[in-house]
């Protein structure tokens, strides 16, 4: 075997095994089709020609067939149906790409690149976004009704203090059944632990998250390690060294989603 008859049964396999919709034929098919330009390239002959050109019509024909089949396929054992779709979009549309990489961002009139300096920026931002809006909108007057939020109208219409909750304490099957009614992501919050391991160890951890949920209820308090999440600045649009054209997503302990449902 020669370098480059080695070299191509390398890229084969690497191939068929990171794009499953490539087959050995396809393959075979596209080594066929680029010997089959050089041929026509160097060549006045038009019957090589016309053939080159339909050859090439056929293969991308398969080859969009092949894509197809293995799309449907994917989606059909998916258990997240709407990601899978959505990711296949991104892959064809080639926004696949690492969006997440901040390098720069400017900040009171200054470039900062320093992913610890970045960092912080988007931590301090965050934190006082509520109070920057809530300063921005006045006191709503009857000169100015564009000034009425929802939240005007939610402390006009309950003045009054609500009557007590009794919460009763939830059995092991009802986390069990939680559990089950929880998508099976492999995000985690800080913990590192995602819903799908928790899917998977949930008769072993069933009755202890049964009683440290009902020690929550009873007394009254929401764990402080369940309130830590991982903030992520998410892109919107525009200008990516501006920080204000970011808005944060906040990725919390799967633990905190079954003590919520039970709520």
Known sequence: MNYSSLTFVVVRNYLIQSLHWITLGILTSCKHKRELFIASRNSNNSDLI???KKY??????????????????????SL????????????????????????????????????HEIANAFNKYFLNIAK???SKQNEPSSHNLEKITPLYYLTQSFKNPFPDINLKFVSTREIE???????????????????????IYSPFISSPLAHKCNKSLSS????????????????KKGDKSKISNYR???????????LERVM
């Open 132 to 134: 920057i809006i809530n």
């Open 220 to 235: 009254g308090i929401f764990p402080d390690c369940l309130k830590y999440a991982i903030v992520k600045p998410l892109f």
């Open 248 to 258: 944060p997503i906040s990725i919390l302990s799967s633990f905190s989603k079954i």
């Open 50 to 52: 016309n053939f080159y």
């Open 56 to 77: 090439c019509k056929i293969l991308s024909a398969v080859i969009k067939e092949a894509k197809k089949l293995n799309y449907a396929n994917k989606i059909k054992k």
């Open 177 to 199: 059944n939680i559990v089950k009614s929880l998508k099976p992501k492999n995000s985690s919050g800080y913990d590192g632990i995602s819903t799908k391991l928790i899917k």
């Open 80 to 115: 997240n149906k709407k990601k899978t779709v959505w990711d296949i979009v991104n892959l064809e549309t080639n926004k696949t790409d690492n969006t997440e990489r901040i390098d720069n961002l400017y900040l009171d009139e200054n470039t900062i690149s320093d992913c």
